[in-house]
């Protein structure tokens, strides 16, 4: 089946750094999701982006779904310790479902 | 409040043994999910409901059932459990294939086959 690379598969930064993280995939996608998943719970969704090189922001959150459908990026500006977690990149195939990249972890330092 | 509950939160099992896993949504989503978690593997998908009747097998469904019993609730049944489902098991819904909000995700269970 299609996969998703997601690096760095971890992040440990200083608050108030940005932060940058990245998703590839083989195959092309309809539909690029951003997760974040605190522990202990379940992932949450951030930010979805539905066309080729659309940019997106959430706040300190901006996203970029690839021109080539086959990738797309995350980035994190002025990191706080709150931004702690597991950070999922997810595409949508064809049939309609979601694969989900490994994750990327994410530590900051007070 | 609205969203995706599951039961139980935390489970342990013995070998051999069976269970299943609760969902349910309040949000009149059309689709379902299940998924597991484990470290460095991201989210997999086992199975789901496009809509209310029909199920359909993901990435890793072996060892896994799942009935939709109704719009609301989509369960998943561990016939004979092994160590290797041991993991972090994830319901989600959507309105429906079409994600223009995504999915939401349930806390997630818990489960250790010992």
């Known amino acids: 089946g299609q996969q998703l690379n997601q690096s760095p598969q971890s992040m440990f930064i200083q608050e108030g750094e940005d932060v940058s993280m990245n998703c590839t995939s083989s195959s092309i996608f309809n539909t690029w999701l951003w997760y974040k998943q605190d522990p202990g719970e379940g992932p949450v969704l951030l930010i979805a982006l539905y066309k080729a090189g659309e940019l997106t922001s959430n706040g300190r959150l901006t996203a970029q779904f690839g021109i080539t459908r086959k990738d797309s990026f995350l980035n994190i500006s002025a990191s706080i310790p709150s931004d702690v977690g597991i950070y999922f990149c997810?595409?949508?195939?064809?049939?309609?479902?979601?694969?989900f990249g490994q994750g990327t972890t994410l530590q900051v330092k007070p | 409040n609205a969203g995706v509950t599951q039961t139980p939160k935390f489970q342990v099992l013995k070998t051999g043994q069976s269970m299943t896993l609760q969902c349910a949504q309040d949000m009149n989503h059309n689709s379902m999910y299940w998924y597991r978690q484990d470290p460095g593997m991201g989210l997999r998908l086992i199975y789901y409901s496009a809509s209310e009747g029909t199920t359909d097998k993901g990435e890793v469904p072996n060892g896994y059932n799942v009935s939709r019993l109704n719009k609301r609730e989509f369960s998943l049944r561990l016939e004979s459990a092994a160590p290797s489902q041991t993991s972090v098991y994830f319901c989600?819904?959507?309105?429906?294939?079409?994600?223009?909000?995504?999915?939401?995700f349930g806390s997630g269970t818990r489960l250790t086959v010992v």
């Open positions: 989600a819904s959507s309105e429906a294939l079409s994600l223009r909000y995504g999915y939401t």
């Open positions: 997810a595409g949508q195939e064809g049939t309609g479902k979601l694969i």
